[in-house]
């Protein structure tokens, strides 16, 4: 079965930067959303940015001007390029890729944690 695999995640200081890599382990087609969600302690899982397959790309209000997401539809892949990290982005990022009308994938989960 399909896994997504990531990587990418650590331990940085306040301002610092780091990418996170996420990339299926068999060829998915037709791949509608691909995107990244986090989940901090105590807190619901909450959706960090997200891009379709035409390119349409949206952005919680809390990273924007400071995460980029890019990826390849086609080599299933995608990124999320997270710079001045801020003590509240620590959680748990997972990417996910969602195939109308009703499969989704996720990734294993990858650590990143910000120190003030």
């Known amino acids: 079965q399909v896994q997504l695999v990531e990587s990418g995640g650590g331990l940085v200081q306040a301002g610092g930067s780091l990418r996170l890599s996420c990339a299926a382990s068999?060829?998915?087609?037709?791949?509608?959303?691909m995107g990244w969600y986090r989940q901090a302690p105590g807190k619901q899982r909450e959706l960090v940015a997200r891009?379709?397959?035409?390119?349409?790309?949206n952005y919680a209000e809390s990273v924007k001007g400071r995460f980029t997401i890019s990826g390849d539809n086609a080599k299933n892949t995608v990124y999320l390029q997270m710079n001045d990290l801020k003590p509240g982005d620590t959680a748990v990022y997972y990417c996910?890729?969602?195939?109308?009308?009703?499969?989704?994938?996720w990734g294993q989960g990858t650590q990143v944690t910000v120190s003030s």
């Open positions: 068999e060829r998915i087609f037709s791949i509608t959303t």
């Open positions: 996910n890729f969602y195939v109308w009308p009703s499969r989704n994938y």
């Open positions: 891009i379709t397959s035409g390119g349409t790309i």
